[in-house]
T-cell receptor
Framework: GAVVSQHPSWVICKSGTSVKIECRSLDFQATTMFWYRQFPKQSLMLMATSNEGSKATYEQGVEKDKFLINHASLTLSTLTVTSAHPEDSSFYIC????????????FGNGTRLTVT | QKEVEQDPGPLSVPEGAIVSLNCTYSNSAFQYFMWYRQYSRKGPELLMYTYSSGNKEDGRFTAQVDKSSKYISLFIRDSQPSDSATYLCAMYVGAGNMLTFGGGTRLMVKP
């Protein structure tokens, strides 16, 4: 149980275009999902907390107008990288907790974004 | 100083060895502790989840938490080449609090 599915697993796009990444909780409902970014050989960096039915909460230094988050249902959150630039190339990972509260986070398999 | 410290490695061991992975932390309020395994180009996979001090065993994996020393460990018995991955420790205070990760230790188990 507690499966988090992320799509696509990799994407290549041109500078200036937008890319949408989907994160789904397959066997549980998640009022909150989290989006992380990971650079090579580094740990995960929390970008934002996605809240179902309300605005996302962004971490300091993360541009909310660049990284649009929508959490329209209890099983789906999307991250849209707008006007992508090569420096946005990274590994993006979403996560969610099946029980809320003190249940551990489960992660999707990540999306590798390459902006050319 | 980082809130959670973890030796980045790489740690190289022969197949069958016992592996010890460790994290130290500075925030005494942390109560929930996790170990994740992350293969290259994949998301982290939850291995162990423990609350407060003590030991927890699951197959070849044992997690230990020593809150008095602010030190947690993950032991892997009879290590296999398939255990080669990056291991991340993570912890948080309680419900609604953010997860704090260590930097990860890269483990290589050689056949």
């Amino acid at each position: 149980g507690a499966v988090v599915s992320q799509h696509p697993s990799w994407v290549i796009c041109k500078s200036g275009t937008s890319v949408k990444i989907e994160c789904r909780s397959l066997d549980f409902q998640a009022t909150t999902m989290f989006w992380y970014r990971q650079f090579p050989k580094q740990s995960l960096m929390l970008m934002a907390t996605s809240n179902e039915g309300s605005k996302a909460t962004y971490e300091q230094g993360v541009e909310k107008d660049k990284f649009l988050i929508n959490h329209a249902s209890l099983t789906l959150s999307t991250l849209t990288v707008t006007s992508a630039h090569p420096e946005d190339s990274s590994f993006y990972i979403c996560s969610a907790s099946p029980g809320g509260g003190n249940s551990p986070l489960h992660f999707g398999n990540g999306t590798r974004l390459t902006v050319t | 100083q980082k809130e959670v410290e973890q030796d980045p490695g790489p740690l190289s061991v022969p197949e069958g060895a016992i592996v010890s992975l460790n994290c130290t932390y500075s925030n005494s309020a942390f109560q929930y502790f996790m170990w994740y395994r992350q293969y290259s180009r994949k998301g982290p996979e939850l291995l162990m989840y423990t609350y407060s001090s003590g030991n927890k065993e699951d197959g070849r994996f044992t997690a230990q938490v020593d809150k008095s020393s602010k030190y947690i460990s993950l032991f892997i018995r009879d290590s296999q080449p398939s255990d080669s991955a990056t291991y991340l420790c993570a912890m948080y205070v309680g419900a609604g609090n953010m997860l704090t990760f260590g930097g990860g230790t890269r483990l290589m188990v050689k056949p």
